[in-house]
T-cell receptor
Framework: EDQVTQSPEALRLQEGESSSLNCSYT??????LFWYRQDPGKGPEFLFTLYSAGEEKEKERLKATLTKKESFLHITAPKPEDSATYLC????FGSGNTGKLIFGQGTTLQVKP | NAGVTQTPKFQVLKTGQSMTLQCAQD?????MYWYRQDPGMGLRLIYYSASEGTTDKGEVPNGYNVSRLNKREFSLRLESAAPSQTSVYFCASVRGREQYFGPGTRLTVT
């Protein structure tokens, strides 16, 4: 069964303390891995798409990487404004060119000043 | 350029009442999706519309209906609300596999 699992569920960091969030997936024939940021009371905001093992994408203090079995979202020297829930998602097997995604349950990050 | 808008932001219904959640996008995307988000369950697809005039069921379609009114608008209807439909509902406008979400509707059914 296609599955996307994120860990940890919650992460508390001090400002400047770097760390990584994990997204593991069991999806046949992976055709993309997506990262979103969700602030409380708002909809998810698209961050990155990764398509092949070894690929990396960066945006400010965030860097997403992809292996054959998992993806990491590395946060370097985080600031309080990076506090949010981070979601990863992968296309369902057999979903063709539709955007039907399986979402993980998210990692809620809190960065304290 | 508002992106994706949803109305209402909040709604409380009694069991058995009906309502329609509205969604509109101004990004000229063909595809639009409806999700629900529940604690511990993540985002789950209710219905989607790959293009104007077409709709298909997602993972959790029971108790819902949708209408793709035109390219901009995609509505979700609860015909007879149940407490199990208490959730936060998100509409998304889709370009390829990139999804752009609205701000959500928080629905409580008592």
């Amino acid at each position: 069964e296609d599955q996307v699992t994120q860990s940890p569920e919650a992460l508390r960091l001090q400002e400047g303390e770097s760390s990584s969030l994990n997204c593991s997936y069991t999806v046949s024939g992976l055709r993309g891995l997506f990262w979103y940021r969700q602030d409380p009371g708002k909809g998810p905001e698209f961050l990155f798409t990764l398509y092949s093992a070894g690929e990396e994408k960066e945006k400010e203090r965030l860097k997403a990487t992809l292996t054959k079995k998992e993806s990491f979202l590395h946060i370097t020297a985080p600031k309080p404004e990076d506090s949010a829930t981070y979601l990863c998602a992968a296309p369902r097997f057999g979903s063709g060119n539709t955007g039907k995604l399986i979402f993980g349950q998210g990692t809620t990050l809190q960065v304290k000043p | 350029n508002a992106g994706v808008t949803q109305t209402p932001k909040f709604q409380v219904l009694k069991t058995g009442q009906s309502m329609t959640l509205q969604c509109a996008q101004d990004m000229n995307h063909n595809s639009m999706y409806w999700y629900r988000q529940d604690p511990g369950m993540g985002l789950r697809l209710i219905y989607y519309s790959a293009s104007e005039g077409t709709t298909d069921k997602g993972e959790v379609p029971n108790g819902y209906n949708v209408s793709r009114l035109n390219k901009r608008e995609f509505s979700l209807r609860l015909e007879s609300a149940a407490p199990s439909q208490t959730s936060v509902y998100f509409c998304a406008s889709v370009r390829g596999r990139e999804q752009y979400f609205g701000p959500g509707t928080r629905l409580t059914v008592t």
